[in-house]
């Protein structure tokens, strides 16, 4: 069974910064493309960052692109999600994302994900 722990999360004021953390048990974590998304209050889940295999591709959603950062730690089969100048409007849980079949590439498709997080809960005040 494959296990997927966020954390990071918490309450900041606009502007401010967090940096998310997903560890796996992915037994052969470099083997699988990474990704974020994220559910604000009474929205759909929709994708926020991805980051293939050896981190040289990279993908954002237009809203986060210049803000959030994405990283992964092969050696610690963990990936990052650095949260700058945050916004209320970024208010949500994120979710991490595991997907087998795009190591080599990038996708912003929920579908394509094999295994999901929990998630942890972002709030920015005003």
């Known amino acids: 069974q494959v296990h997927m722990v966020e954390s990071g999360g918490g309450l900041v004021q606009a502007g401010g910064s967090l940096r998310l953390s997903c560890a796996t048990s992915?037994?052969?974590?470099?083997?699988?493309?990474m990704g974020w998304f994220r559910q604000g209050p009474g929205k759909a889940r929709e994708f926020v960052a991805a980051?293939?295999?050896?981190?040289?591709?990279?993908y954002y959603a237009d809203s986060v692109k210049g803000r959030f950062t994405i990283s992964r730690d092969n050696a610690k089969n963990t990936v990052f999600l650095q949260m700058n100048r945050l916004k209320p409007d970024d208010t949500a849980i994120y979710y991490c994302?595991?997907?087998?079949?795009?190591?080599?590439?990038?996708?912003?498709?929920?579908?394509?994900?094999?295994?999901w997080g929990q998630g942890t809960q972002v709030t920015v005040s005003s």
């Open positions: 994302a595991a997907a087998r079949s795009y190591r080599s590439e990038v996708t912003g498709t929920a579908g394509d994900y094999d295994y």
């Open positions: 992915l037994r052969t974590f470099r083997d699988y493309g």
């Open positions: 980051i293939n295999w050896n981190g040289y591709m990279l």
